[in-house]
């Protein structure tokens, strides 16, 4: 789980604001609608997905077994 867990992070504190492609109101930024943070956070579990390496998950799997 350390590995998703840092390229989530890591995806995080790269991306931009989270905006809408309509959002002109000022007030906006602040507090975006709830659709937009979901829809943000589940692209970025999926670009953290595609990161790990097969051998990543082994190790993950492995270390979890043997605990």
């Given at each position: 789980?350390a590995?998703?867990?840092?390229?989530?992070?890591?995806?995080?504190?790269?991306?931009d604001m989270?905006?809408?492609?309509?959002?002109?109101d000022?007030?906006?930024?602040?507090?975006?609608?709830?659709?937009?943070?979901?829809t943000t956070?589940?692209k970025r579990?999926i670009l953290a997905?595609?990161?790990i390496?097969?051998?990543?998950?082994?190790?993950?799997?492995l270390?979890?077994?043997?605990?």
């Open positions: 789980m590995p998703f867990k840092k390229y989530l992070r890591d995806l995080w504190i790269a991306e989270v905006s809408t492609p309509d959002g002109d000022e007030e906006y930024w602040k507090s975006p609608a709830s659709r937009v943070k979901r956070m589940i579990a997905w595609e990161r390496t097969p051998d990543q998950a082994r190790a993950s799997f270390k979890a077994i043997t605990q």
